[in-house]
């Protein structure tokens, strides 16, 4: 089986390079000054256990598909349906944040699996993926979309589970899915204000209004207690060269100045849900707006103050 990683980023290249690393056929597709770097160099792929420089075969366009590939997606979810534009028909894993990522890719592929990710990971240089969690680099869970565990889930799994992961075949990945949006929601605060006083509360506010969604539209998600029962001590967040990961997923596509920013499908989908069933979402309607202008006008992570944030929420 041969693992093409679309979006060889923080999240694509940690999954490749540790499956590659365990003697699987992987090919990672990128692009542009990502892509150069990975074909002249290699991936360099830092983790609490090492510094390793990889030989992963990388292209920049669809490659023909041969029978038992696996695309497994881990873009953006803003980027996904351009990500699959142009790809034979084969199974479709999204190791991707938010939770309509599955729904994109079930409009154009047969068979789709969620993958939810707890994996603390960076990438702001060409070449250069760096991986924070140890003694895991992840907790994976993966099954079918919308529900169900079959052969591949399992085998995948079972991949991943030898190849620094904690990892696991589950009927219900969108359960856990919705547990890490909620998870997820926080994010925009993250970026735009740092990790400042003030910040959680905010954050803790937006985790409320996520949660009430949820329960009025009948959406089940795993429970913090078992998230953390299931992840024990697998994955913690260590320092790499001494260094603590400066921010998440979304404190990253503003530091990098890439213009957007996954804000629509996170703090996005519980403002959509909240009009859908009648839920006021004061709190995450702003984060999405201003997160919006923060990735539209490029501004850097950390720069707005958390008192003028919590004076633009009211």
Not at 11 to 33: C, M, N, S, W
Not at 91 to 111: D, G, H, K, S
Not at 125 to 137: F, I, K, L, Q
Not at 296 to 313: D, K, M, Q, S
Request: with cysteine; net charge negative.
């Amino acid at each position: 089986m041969r693992y093409i990683i679309i979006g060889a980023g923080a999240i694509g290249g940690t999954i490749g390079g540790r499956l590659f690393q365990g003697g699987h056929d992987v090919l990672l597709v990128a692009r542009g000054a990502h892509y150069e770097a990975l074909r002249d160099g290699g991936l360099r792929l830092l983790t609490p256990q090492g510094d390793a420089t990889l030989p992963i075969p990388v292209t920049d366009r669809p490659v023909q598909i041969r029978d038992g590939d696996v695309l497994m997606v881990a873009t953006k979810t803003q980027d996904t349906a351009a990500a699959l534009d142009g790809w034979g028909d084969a199974p479709v894993v999204c190791a991707q944040n938010a939770v309509e990522n599955e729904r994109i890719a079930l409009r154009r592929f047969q068979t789709v699996y969620g993958m939810c990710l707890w994996m603390p990971t960076l990438h702001l240089e060409p070449g250069v993926v760096a991986a924070y969690g140890t003694p895991m680099s992840g907790m994976l869970p993966v099954g079918r979309y919308p529900e169900g565990v079959d052969d591949l889930a399992r085998r995948m799994a079972g991949d991943l589970a030898a190849c620094s992961f904690s990892s696991f075949a589950t009927p219900d990945v969108m359960r856990w899915k919705y547990a890490k949006l909620l998870g997820n929601l926080g994010n925009a605060v993250e970026a735009m204000c740092g990790p400042v006083e003030g910040a959680r509360a905010i954050a803790d506010r937006a985790y409320a209004e996520g949660r009430a969604v949820l329960d009025a539209a009948g959406i089940l998600y795993a429970s913090d207690e078992e998230e953390r029962a299931r992840r024990g001590e697998s994955v913690e967040m260590a320092p790499l060269h001494g260094a603590e990961r400066p921010g998440g997923s979304s404190w990253q596509s503003l530091a990098k100045g890439s213009g957007s920013i996954e804000v629509d499908y996170l703090n996005g989908e519980i403002v959509l849900l909240g009009r859908m069933h009648g839920v006021p979402t004061p709190v995450n309607l702003v984060l999405q707006r201003e997160a919006n202008r923060f990735a539209r006008e490029r501004r850097p992570p950390g720069t707005l103050g958390v008192a003028e944030l919590a004076r633009l929420i009211g």
